[in-house]
């Protein structure tokens, strides 16, 4: 009785999103946590409140793989858990299909043992689920939860075992950044494709960089080749949850608007008053954003704001 | 080689949608719909590899009602060879789904199957990697290019830090994202050609799988509405509030 959770990690290092998934899964039960990779790795996890047991694999393999590795571990756990980022929607179908179960992803609230809400059509409908099963997959959209703290101690037992995969990795092309993660950050700048060129989009990038915050970016603007992939914000991008969502010359398509729902509070800054983002921002300013972002980012140094 | 194409006929995705004043879901009687736009993605992918001469049948599935035989005649006239509706009037979780593509993929020996990587009705994410599992293959999921090397491919990954690339052998399953290519709106000629190319309809019942759900649906409600916003006159006035938050929030 309890969770075999996935745990999320990136270049090897452990996630700040696993503490948020951690404190997901804490809620339904004591959480035993698979960390594929390095020991270090291991070692940091340990540290997180509500983890009862960090089993550690050496390898880190692909879906096909992963799926093996958790089917096999899976016996005595009622709930087997990852974050719904890539790696989670990438192996968690799989092992369900593996284990004759129905999954439940990309869950926003836990309402009871069994009982989940999670968004549909693009987060314009919340849908409410009981799961009767027996055994429950289940992914957490990281950015609903609040992280779990550290200061925990939990025993590390390091897996002793061969991983079959009949797909193999061959290489990784990483967008190198020393910005915040987008998932986690606490202020997101977002640009659209209003910004004009890549050149343009440095001015956004200016402004995020005063505020120690992640950079976003709309499908148009990533498709324009403004911005990288892995800044796509959106339903088919990251979904985001900052206190702070700085939305520059972004219109506010359905798709884009799916994926920064959870915003504490988005600010707009628009030359179109009209524009579906403006409508939902909690302030907007209205104007042309190569005259205002210079100015906003000299305004807001000269205050002195730091983070 | 052979290809194996999902599809599946969903609100169209620039519908702004309506949920049901009882909760029962979202209303769709109606409405527009039209095929999914990654599974578009996927059959441009399908009918390029045909167009490059490395493959030589592509099959459309899509499971559904009498009305999806639409979404596989869009299909047709983007250039594929034949189409296959499992015809259901249940609604159908992704198990169930992944278990009647399993069956199809049993009968059609393809060497590739190509799917999206998820609806824009349910946003789930899961068939091709589940029928991944029941049919044992190897998958490679969010694809922005796949490359075919004889009986191997090569496939570019959208990941959370980036692209990564992977290889995989044939038979395999691959689900399409965005940036894999631009789909094609097929030319008028081709939309009257399609409805001459063969497409059988087949009965869900006759696959001999459970159809039932093993969820519950207890409701389907509208997100919470956000409180009207305030429009500030000056960079300055901006500045002071961005400033503000920024002060008082709380560092993690």
């Known amino acids: ?307 | 080689m052979k290809i194996l194409v999902a599809v599946k006929r969903v609100v169209d995705h620039n519908v702004r949608i309506r949920v049901r004043p009882d909760g029962s879901g979202v209303e769709t009687n109606g409405v527009r719909m039209s095929m999914n736009p990654f599974c578009k993605h996927a059959v441009e992918a399908a009918v390029q590899l045909a167009e490059a001469g490395a493959a030589d049948e592509i099959v459309i599935v899509s499971i559904g009602p009498k009305p999806a035989n639409d979404v596989i005649l869009t299909a047709l006239a983007m250039g594929a060879h034949r189409g296959i509706l499992v015809e259901t009037d249940q609604p159908l979780e992704t198990l169930v789904i992944a278990k009647l593509l399993a069956k199809v993929v049993e009968e059609e020996q393809p060497d590739l199957v190509l799917l999206g990587k998820q609806a824009v009705d349910d946003d789930s994410n899961h068939v091709g990697q589940m029928l991944a599992a029941l049919t044992a293959l190897p998958q490679a999921t969010f694809a922005s290019e796949i490359k075919l090397d004889g009986h191997a491919l090569e496939v570019t990954r959208e990941v959370d830090s980036g692209r990564e690339t992977i290889g995989l052998p044939l038979p395999a399953i691959v689900t399409a994202d965005l940036r894999l290519n631009t789909p094609r709106n097929a030319a008028l000629p081709m939309v009257m050609k399609a409805r001459s190319k063969p497409l059988a309809v087949r009965p869900a019942a006759e696959f001999g799988v459970d159809l039932s759900p093993r969820l519950t649906v207890e409701m389907v409600s509208p997100p919470p509405e956000r409180a009207a916003g305030v429009t500030v006159n000056s960079v300055a006035e901006l500045a002071a509030i961005i400033a503000t938050d920024v002060n008082e929030m709380e560092a993690i």
């Open chain 1, 1 to 307: 009785m309890g969770v075999l959770l996935l745990a999320e990690l990136d270049d090897g290092a452990l996630s700040a999103s696993t503490a948020r998934t951690v404190a997901a899964a804490a809620q339904l039960g004591p959480v035993d946590l698979l960390v594929p990779g390095p020991r270090a790795a291991a070692d940091q996890a340990a540290a997180i409140a509500g983890v009862a047991k960090v089993i550690h694999a050496k390898e880190a393999p692909l879906a096909d793989g992963l799926a093996n590795l958790l089917a096999g571990l899976a016996d005595g756990y009622t709930i087997i858990a990852a974050a719904a980022s890539t790696t989670g929607k990438d192996v968690m179908p799989r092992l369900a299909a593996k284990l004759d179960i129905q999954p439940v992803t990309d869950i926003v609230a836990i309402e009871g043992a069994n009982r989940f809400v999670r968004p549909i059509y693009a987060g314009n409908a919340l849908e409410t689920v009981t799961d009767p099963q027996q055994t429950h997959v289940l992914t957490f959209r990281a950015s609903a939860f609040r992280p779990a703290a550290s200061g925990n101690a939990a025993p590390v037992e390091t897996l002793d075992t061969d991983i079959a995969a009949a797909a193999r990795f061959i290489a990784a092309h990483r967008t190198q950044s020393d910005i915040p993660d987008l998932a986690t950050a606490q202020i997101v700048v977002g640009g659209g494709v209003s910004v004009g060129s890549a050149e343009g989009f440095k001015l956004v990038e200016a402004l995020g960089k005063t505020l120690g915050a992640a950079i976003g970016a709309t499908r148009a603007a990533v498709d324009a080749g403004y911005a990288p992939n892995d800044w796509q914000v959106g339903q088919t991008g990251k979904i985001i949850a900052p206190d702070l969502y700085i939305a520059v010359g972004i219109s506010g398509a359905l798709q884009h608007l799916a994926g920064i729902q959870g915003a504490k509070k988005i600010i707009a800054i628009n030359t179109d008053p009209e524009a579906p983002l403006v409508k939902i921002a909690d302030v907007a300013l209205i104007g042309d954003l190569f005259e205002i972002l210079p100015q906003l980012t000299a305004e807001l140094e000269k205050s002195g704001v730091k983070r």
